[in-house]
């Protein structure tokens, strides 16, 4: 079964520090890996997707991610952290439904504080 | 830009009692998806809708739980006799027709008492 391991439970962060959360993924095929980020009381917002193609994804916010096969993982990072990018981030892979549609699978999340 | 809107943002009410949660996916999507968020913990898949019948469900949706797409425009999940262990934030979304990407809306909070 697929599944989604997030080591970091809360990473704290300097304003204008670099960051990486780290994501590994349990996955029997390609994966399709997403990075979503959920601000306090707020929904889910995708921040990066990967399908296919170019390891390294740009996202929103400055954000990118690079996947790498033979680690199994897809860690998310930005070079300089803003006061605003504090919330929670949660990796997520996509598991082939019946239908063709992509079951999300997510990670328990990282919780970012970003320090003055 | 499109977006998925769930309404109400946050619902009080009393153990027992059936609630319905709506939501309005984006219009020329195809697929529809509950999943849910237990305070504190990670987002769990619930249930996909397809062509106007269950795709795939979870072992957490279970027989007091039922999803319905009532007209063109809304997909509703109810929860017949709520519990306690009920309370969480429920998240709809959609995925356009290649079935690829979800995108979901900013959730209900359900708080069962």
Same mark, same amino acid.
């Given at each position: 079964a697929q599944s989604v391991t997030q080591p970091d439970i809360h990473i704290t962060v300097s304003e204008g520090a670099s960051l990486e959360l780290r994501c590994n993924y349990s996955y029997g095929a390609t994966p399709y890996l997403f990075w979503y980020v959920q601000s306090p009381g707020q929904g889910l917002q995708l921040l990066l997707k990967y399908f296919?193609?170019?390891?390294l994804v740009q996202g929103i916010k400055g954000f990118e991610a690079e996947f790498k096969r033979s680690q199994s993982s897809f860690n998310l990072r930005k070079p300089s952290v803003h006061w605003s990018d504090a919330a929670e981030y949660f990796c997520a892979v996509g598991a082939p439904g019946n239908t063709g549609f992509q079951k999300l699978v997510f990670g328990t999340g990282t919780r970012l504080l970003v320090s003055p | 830009e499109p977006e998925v809107t769930q309404t109400p943002s946050h619902q009080v009410t009393q153990m027992g009692q059936e609630v319905i949660l709506r939501c309005v996916p984006?219009?020329?999507?195809?697929y529809f998806y509950w999943y849910r968020q237990i305070l504190g913990q990670k987002v769990e898949f619930l249930v996909s809708f397809y062509n106007n019948e269950i795709s795939e469900k979870s072992e957490?949706? =279970? =027989?007091q739980f039922s999803v319905e797409r009532p007209d063109g425009s809304n997909f509703t999940l109810k929860i017949r006799s709520t519990k306690l262990e009920d309370s969480a934030m429920y998240f709809c979304a959609s995925s356009d027709p290649s079935g690829a990407e979800a995108f979901f809306g900013q959730g209900t909070r359900l708080t069962v008492v």
């Open positions: 296919s193609g170019d390891t | 984006i219009s020329n999507h195809l957490i949706f =279970d =027989d």
